[in-house]
């Protein structure tokens, strides 16, 4: 299973940055990929997920309208646009992987994580 985050890095309050998730294709076709995030001193979260039982996204309340979740072409690499953001975004954020076909924003149901991304939120 292969599972690198990458695009995290210092913005400002408001502005955008996108993650990317790279994968392989037999990460891809047997996973279900969901991103979460962990803020110094805070709990994981579980931010958004896409789900191949029926196409739905799944969005924590916190980011909802502000973060979109999508996947290229060639379906190997998962994305989180992060828009409009404010300081409490500030967090290590990962990417996980779970099996089937189901999203979930629970931690324990990955099995397989990258080493996260940091995104720093400051003017």
């Known amino acids: 299973v292969q599972l690198q985050a990458s695009g995290g890095g210092l913005v400002q309050p408001g502005g955008s940055l996108r993650l990317s998730c790279a994968t392989n294709?037999?990460?891809?076709?047997?996973?279900?990929i969901g991103w979460f995030r962990q803020a110094p001193g805070k709990g994981r979260e579980g931010v958004s997920c896409a789900s191949k039982s029926d196409g739905s996204t799944y969005y924590s309340d916190s980011v909802k309208g502000r973060f979109t979740i999508s996947s290229d072409s060639a379906k190997t690499t998962m994305y989180l646009q992060l828009k409009n953001v404010k300081a409490e975004d500030t967090a290590r954020y990962y990417c996980?992987?779970?099996?089937?076909?189901?999203?979930?924003?629970?931690?324990?149901?990955?099995?397989?994580w990258g080493q996260g991304t940091l995104v720093t939120v400051s003017s």
């Open positions: 996980g992987a779970r099996p089937g076909i189901h999203c979930s924003d629970v931690w324990n149901d990955y099995d397989w």
């Open positions: 294709r037999f990460t891809w076709d047997r996973y279900t």
